[in-house]
């Protein structure tokens, strides 16, 4: 029977829902609602946590949602809501560089690999985001291809096009995108 517990918590974003999880020590998952991934990451957590999950919401997941609100209404750049990754060292290392890439600016998968000294991992860096289960907050949206595209971002190229306009100040309706 596990010990720990995984408080879940459902809201709205301009976006789309989200799904926002946390234990007593920090956010674990921010995860849009209507992807593939969701689920596998939950139990992932569970797993790595030793925990089961609660529906209801901790100071983690009050604060998660009010700095969103924030971001998402233009006035917050710096998330401080405390964080709680279980992960490899190295993919730990892969989300902390993703969190030091500014408001506002990306890099592409190489300019993060080479920022972690590791040049020729850029396949292990792309993977390490992907494995990200925070959105937004661990900004793996600010990744872009070395030409420029938009690839890989687990809540769909739209939604990454959308974050990465608002943070350039670009006001793009989110139906415009797709229906939410």
């Not at 990754?85 to 080479?114: C, H, M, N, R």
């Not at 030409?147 to 989110?174: F, N, P, V």
Request: with cysteine.
């Amino acid at each position: 029977m596990p010990n720990n517990i995984i408080y879940t918590h459902r809201f709205s974003t301009p976006l789309g829902d989200m799904v926002a999880c946390a234990t007593e020590q920090g956010l674990c998952l921010l995860e849009f609602l209507n992807t593939q991934r969701l689920e596998r990451e939950q139990h992932d957590l569970m797993r790595l946590l030793n925990a089961r999950l609660l529906a209801g919401e901790n100071e983690f997941i009050r604060q998660t949602q009010a700095e969103l609100h924030d971001y998402f209404s233009g006035s917050l750049k710096t998330f401080s809501v405390p964080l709680h990754t279980p992960a490899t060292p190295f993919q730990q290392k892969v989300w902390d560089t993703l969190q030091t890439i500014p408001f506002g600016q990306t890099v592409s998968y190489q300019e993060q690999a080479e920022r972690m000294g590791r040049a020729a991992a850029v396949r292990a860096v792309a993977n390490a985001n992907g494995q990200n289960r925070v959105s937004i907050i661990i900004p793996c949206h600010r990744v872009i291809g070395k030409d420029g595209s938009l690839t890989g971002y687990g809540g769909g190229l739209q939604r990454k096009q959308w974050l990465l306009a608002h943070e350039c100040g670009e006001h793009i309706y989110a139906a415009d995108l797709f229906s939410v």
